[in-house]
């Protein structure tokens, strides 16, 4: 027993002599540029977002860079200046290029630092031919996996990237028909409605497809993003915009790296991280490092529309814990719905339709919409 005690000591005592060890990677300050977007020849906006990265030890997720000066130049030395629109995302409108040019990124940074990318000749998309989804229904996984078709009939692109924007109609777990006027309370007016919402937002991963290594130059089925059946996104009505890039061999490169650096990283088993250089250039300080890829492509884009009743009978997961109370109970009273209206929300009225005596109510959250989107639906919804 008292070698058994012994041990247990030392093994407090070197744990208690333990320091905490930071890598040099975490503790540095170091932060490099980074250069999202390509550059649309067509009459789409050229879109392109500057950052730095943080540290990993960092509670700053992000980092914008800007005031900076960037603009699209020709190797006819003809310039084509964007406007910082938001913090660090700089936007022109269609620039219509000559095809027969190739183009390249300038940046001036707000302390005086240069960046271009290299000269690139254009590179048409071809159209996407459609976008689908499949059911998934397996002991792994159940849901639906979006998919993108295209093929290439000039046989002149082999390497493809996609990303999109989607967007989906919600409902609140309860509906609460009841509003307070800071009088008393009355039913809600439909413009006062809470119930349902729409919210979205663009794809944060990288989808890549390639048919160099295939017999025929087509794309098919290439998987964007899977949807679980318990997902809100399906729970009436979802929409997904995919967008379509051509890529040259070094983009595909760069981007297959980079896709594999930041979403198949977790075990000894994945891809360890590497690098592979972009064509972005600090021309100020040449051994800085810069991360991005800078192309030339038009864009081609299809959207659709998924319905319920496209889909099984799933049921959603609400994302809260909700509960109805009564105003009988839980301390809350009437003239507190009254007072707290963005706090209490009336569902059920019990008593005399013009003078009720009690009400069931939840929390904002389990009945306004409102905290995670907007009623008001995009100018395209159907």
Not at 72 to 78: F, G, K, M, R, Y
Not at 119 to 132: A, E, F, H, K, R
């Amino acid at each position: 027993m008292r070698k058994i005690a012994g041990i247990f000591i030392l093994l407090i005592s070197i744990a208690a002599c333990k320091k905490p060890y930071d890598p040099p990677v975490i503790a540095s300050n170091t932060s490099y540029l980074v250069v999202e977007g390509a550059i649309n020849p067509g009459a789409d906006s050229t879109v392109i977002i500057l950052s730095h990265t943080v540290n990993i030890s960092s509670t700053v997720t992000l980092n914008p860079v800007s005031g900076a000066t960037v603009a699209v130049l020709s190797d006819q030395n003809t310039s084509y200046p964007l406007t910082e629109t938001s913090t660090g995302n700089y936007v022109s409108p269609g620039l219509n290029l000559d095809n027969a040019y190739q183009y390249r990124l300038l940046i001036k940074t707000s302390d005086g630092k240069q960046y271009q990318s290299d000269l690139q000749s254009v590179l048409i998309t071809p159209p996407i031919d459609s976008v689908g989804f499949s059911v998934v229904s397996s002991t792994a996984k159940t849901g639906i996996q979006v998919y993108v078709n295209t093929h290439d009939a000039t046989n002149s692109t082999k390497y493809y990237r996609w990303d999109y924007n989607e967007e989906w109609l919600f409902y609140t777990k309860y509906s609460s028909p009841y509003v307070s006027n800071g009088i008393k309370i009355v039913a809600r007016q439909p413009s006062q409605n809470v119930t349902y919402c729409y919210t979205g937002g663009p794809s944060t991963n990288i989808f890549l497809g390639s048919s160099a290594k295939l017999s025929q130059n087509v794309i098919y089925q290439s998987p964007l993003i899977f949807i679980p059946s318990t997902s809100e996104r399906i729970e009436d009505k979802y929409s997904i915009l995919v967008r379509q890039y051509a890529l040259t061999p070094e983009a595909y490169d760069f981007y297959t790296n980079l896709k594999k650096n930041t979403e198949q990283l977790g075990s000894i088993f994945d891809a360890q991280p590497s690098t592979e250089p972009g064509n972005i250039h600090c021309i100020t300080n040449p051994a800085e490092a810069v991360i991005g890829y800078i192309g030339v492509s038009t864009v081609t884009e299809k959207r659709i529309f998924i319905a319920k009743d496209q889909l099984p009978q799933w049921i959603p997961a609400y994302p809260y814990a909700c509960n109805l109370d009564t105003t009988r109970t839980q301390g809350v009273t009437i003239q507190t719905l009254i007072d707290d209206p963005d706090i209490y929300y009336p569902i059920e009225a019990f008593g005399p339709p013009l003078n009720p005596s009690a009400y069931t109510f939840t929390g904002r959250e389990c009945a306004d919409c409102t905290i995670r989107g907007t009623v008001t639906p995009p100018p395209y919804w159907k």
